[in-house]
Structures are given as C-alpha cells and as structure tokens.
C-alpha cells in the first residue's frame, strides 16, 4: 500500500485521537469546495449514459479538443500504463507516487530523477512521467520548456504524461491546449480545485486513438450519474471558478505567512498546499498530530506538505504551532 493524504483511519489509531476531533491538512484538496447543487432523482436510478454535454464543458474549461471522462485521475495512473509494451519510463520526482507504482506493475522500467531532464535523457526515454504544478513541492514549469521536451520524446514515438491536478488556479500554465497533439497526455480531476475529491470525475487529455483505446480498457459506465451532473454544474459555473480562484490564492498567501511567524519558511507551494523542507520534517509532523492536525509527510525527502484550513480551522492550526517544541 502507498501512503497517501488524507489517511485519517490510521492517524486516529496511531495517535489515539478520534477521527471527528481531527483537522485534516493533509490532502491539498479546497476545504472551501464547490456546493452540491440538488441532483435530479434520475441521475440515480438510470444508468450513467456518455455524457456529451459534461464533454464539452470540460473541453472548454480546458481549452482542449479532445477527452475521455473518467473516475478522477486515478483511472488513467492506472490505465496508461497497459497502452505501451515494457518501455523506459523517467519520473520527474519527487512526485505523487501512483504514478510510478503503476507503471512498475505492469513491467515497465522506471527511473526516477531529481533534476530537470536534459535532451541526451529525453532522447533515452520512452514515457516521461510529471506533476505541474509539481506534487508535493509545487514546482511549475514553463509550457515552452515543456513543448520542447515533448517534441524530442515524439521525434522518436515517446510519450510525455504531464499530471496537472493542482493546475485550475494557473490555467496560463496548462498545456491542455496543446494536448491534440501526438504522444502528449494531460491528466485533469475536480478533486483539487473544486474540493470534489469523492465524486471521482477526472479526465484524460489527448489525440482520438489513444483515448479511444483508454475508453476500451475503462470500460462502460465509468463514472456515476450524480457525479456526472455536480461535475457539469462546477465547470459551468463561472462566477464559482474566478471567485474560488481569488478565495484560494489568499488562503495559500496567509498560510504561508502564518508558518514563516513560526519560524517554519515554506520554499515551495501552490493555491492549495505550502511545501516545507526541513531536516526537522518527521518531528513537526508528529508534534501537530499529538494535536489532532494532520499534514503529510514525505520521509524520504525530509519533506511535509500543508493543505489550507478550512474557515473554522485557521485558529485551532495556530494554537497547534504555538505549542510546538523546539525542533531537537
């Protein structure tokens, strides 16, 4: 099993702390999250048919020309993967790990690197694998630098998969646009920005055939009816969109100004999460869930992602950090 966000269960076991009593910060999903419109009566009791109109809101929210709906981004991690004979795969880490676990699964070699890719490495890759805004250090890459790299995988039939989750708040930095094009994959979910993790509608970004094979493999009715309709209403709805923009980039503004009063300097982050890297990361990760704050910690890169509070829970986060120790 992969550790994610959002692991509740086994913090509350671990620590003895009931699952009610804790604040969740581990995710990086918008605690200020899209509201439920009243779902028709029918969206439960038939069959979720292809939803042509939740297509082209999706295409147009994105910019992209073509897409497959499916259940979130998750759906595709482990799709994709089945779409190529064993190949090389370069992960551009540190990354969510889904990504590299499924292609390991399926027999692929995969090599994950901590330094941008340079065009000897490019050119000795078949798949190259990256989150944009990066998860968990919120590393963003230019689409120029990205439109370079993918033409020198497709000079020889490689494919660049770009992860853009955390992408909604910086759409100028999206290569959906651009996603048509051959060997270029573009993965986009409502969990994130939306705060519609549980409703698991994701999409796929690509040219025609690749997603006619991914339709193949996912199969009929991939994602449910009632999450179909909520998930038309949020990419329609505009007004939501640029006020949860503004809502979330001075959320993200005053966490990280809240942790550098503490002494804890974030040195990565996007609208969602704020990124520390600190020698000291496992004993802050501890001493906030002795108080019932739950963030996520990365062991192998001394790492510790924090997610945005919810309105009620900004004061209870700053009780927590006004009763840390002093790091040992």
């Not at 708040?169 to 051959?182: D, E, F, G, N, V």
Request: charged share 15%; with cysteine.
């Amino acid at each position: 099993m992969l550790e994610h966000g959002g692991n509740l269960h086994a913090a509350s076991l671990q620590y003895g702390i009931p699952l009610p009593s804790w604040l969740d910060l581990s995710t990086g999903i918008n605690p200020y999250g899209y509201p439920i419109p009243d779902i028709p009566a029918a969206a439960w009791q038939r069959l979720p048919e292809p939803d042509r109109q939740l297509e082209q809101a999706a295409s147009s929210y994105y910019g992209a020309r073509h897409l497959l709906v499916t259940a979130g981004s998750q759906a595709a991690i482990q799709t994709l993967p089945r779409l190529r004979p064993s190949c090389r795969v370069t992960v551009l880490g540190p990354m969510y790990a889904e990504h590299a676990h499924a292609w390991r699964q399926h027999g692929h070699i995969v090599t994950e690197i901590a330094h941008l890719p340079d065009h000897a490495l490019l050119q000795r890759t078949d798949v190259l694998l990256l989150c944009n805004p990066n998860n968990p250090t919120g590393r963003l890459i230019e689409p120029d630098a990205l439109l370079a790299w993918h033409q020198t995988l497709a000079s020889h039939g490689g494919w660049m998969i770009v992860d853009e989750a955390f992408m909604d708040s910086t759409p100028q930095h999206s290569l959906a646009p651009a996603s048509h094009l051959p060997e270029l994959i573009i993965l986009r979910s409502l969990g994130k920005f939306f705060g519609l993790a549980g409703a698991r509608v994701g999409f796929l970004l690509a040219e025609t055939t690749l997603l006619d094979q991914a339709a193949e493999l996912l199969g009929p009715w991939p994602v449910t009816g009632p999450a179909q309709f909520v998930a038309h209403a949020a990419l329609t709805d505009q007004v939501w969109q640029h006020a949860n923009m503004s809502r979330l980039t001075a959320a993200s503004q005053q966490l990280a100004a809240l942790l550098q009063q503490y002494g804890l300097h974030p040195v990565g982050g996007c609208s969602l999460f704020q990124w520390l890297h600190t020698s000291h990361s496992k004993h802050l990760h501890q001493e906030l869930a002795r108080h019932g704050i739950w963030t996520r910690h990365f062991t192998q890169y001394n790492g510790l992602r924090i997610g945005l509070p919810p309105e009620n829970g900004w004061d209870r986060f700053t009780a927590a950090l006004d009763k840390l120790p002093p790091a040992s």
